[in-house]
């Protein structure tokens, strides 16, 4: 499980929860995640599939792009 916060002058504005699931695809793991926006109080729901050596920067770009579909 990960959480990531997103802020401006200290300020929350969007907060990522997410979690491998074990599964996979292909060689990569499974990620279901949790996308809230503070300001649209709106929250997105997704599932994507990352390899863990790439590491978590491109896990939360693959989430930020798939919550923006």
Known sequence: MFTMEIRINGTMIAHIYGRNTGETKDGAHEYVYELYETETRGVVNGT???KR???IKKLVSAILADADK
Request: glycine share 16%.
């Open 48 to 50: 994507v599939y990352h």
């Open 53 to 55: 050596q790439e590491g």
